[in-house]
Structures are given as structure tokens and as C-alpha cells.
């Protein structure tokens, strides 16, 4: 296992596909009211330890992940943030987040 994770954070990032032109970010991203803002834990470059990177990352992906840790299909996490926060998620919540962080660069 530690020779196949050796081998993938090798790999340079692949850039994403971009369906829409770099959206603005949307209330929930910016200034979510459940919880911290997604970008205070979701940034770029300065993105928190062990906080994946969403900029770039597929819709579809996305949108199934909150969807999972919504409905307890994912239940990965030691301290269950995402769950939390995914919980309290309206479905257009979902979306606009999906939607804005595949525009991202
Ligand atoms: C307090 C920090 C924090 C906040 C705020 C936060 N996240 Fe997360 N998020 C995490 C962490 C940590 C993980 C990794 C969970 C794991 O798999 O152990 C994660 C995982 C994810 C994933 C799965 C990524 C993948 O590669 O599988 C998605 C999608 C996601 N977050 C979306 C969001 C959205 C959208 C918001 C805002 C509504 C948000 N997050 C707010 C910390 C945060």
C-alpha cells in the first residue's frame, strides 16, 4: 500500500474539465451558515492537512461524495465533519458547491 500512495502523490495533477467558465462562488462555498466556509478547509495551495483538494474535481464526483457522507455511504472519517456538514446540505446546495468547484482551474 505504501509503495502504490508512493506512486500516486508521484503523478503530476491532471487538469480538470471545466464545464463552466469559472463560476463565482456560491453563498455555501463562500459563507456557509452550517458550518465554517467549505474554502476555509478547501483552499488551493493552503488547503488544511488531509483536506483534499476539490478545485478542478469532476461534478459528478463531488456531488456523489456529499451525497454519501449525507446518507452515511461514506463514513471515512475519524471525526465526521463532512458528515455533518453534508447532513444539512440542501440538494441545490449540493449542486452549486459540485458545480463551482469543477470550474475551478
Ligand atoms: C472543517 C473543515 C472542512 C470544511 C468546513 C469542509 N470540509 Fe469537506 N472535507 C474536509 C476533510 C478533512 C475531508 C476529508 C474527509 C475524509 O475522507 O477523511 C473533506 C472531504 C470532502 C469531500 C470529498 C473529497 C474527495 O476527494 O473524496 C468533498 C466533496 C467535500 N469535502 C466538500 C465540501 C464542501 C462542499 C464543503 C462546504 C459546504 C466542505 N467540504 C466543508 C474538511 C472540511
Known amino acids: 500500500m505504501l509503495d502504490i500512495a508512493a506512486y500516486?502523490?508521484?503523478l503530476p495533477r491532471q487538469p480538470?474539465?471545466?464545464p463552466d467558465p469559472a463560476l463565482a462562488a456560491?453563498?455555501?462555498v463562500a459563507r456557509c451558515a452550517i458550518s465554517r466556509a467549505c474554502a476555509s478547509c478547501h483552499?488551493?495551495?493552503d488547503a488544511k492537512l488531509?483536506?483534499?483538494w476539490l478545485d478542478g474535481q469532476s461534478a459528478v464526483y463531488v456531488k456523489a461524495q456529499l451525497q454519501a457522507f449525507a446518507t452515511g455511504g461514506r463514513?471515512?472519517?475519524i471525526s465526521e465533519q463532512m458528515m455533518n456538514i453534508a447532513r444539512q446540505m440542501t440538494a441545490a446546495e449540493?449542486?452549486?458547491g459540485a458545480r463551482y468547484y469543477a470550474s475551478r482551474p
Open 16 to 18: 480538470g474539465s471545466h
Open 94 to 96: 449540493i449542486d452549486e
Open 43 to 45: 483552499a488551493t495551495s
Open 50 to 52: 488531509g483536506t483534499p
Open 8 to 10: 500516486y502523490s508521484y
Open 26 to 28: 456560491p453563498s455555501i
Open 75 to 77: 463514513r471515512n472519517e
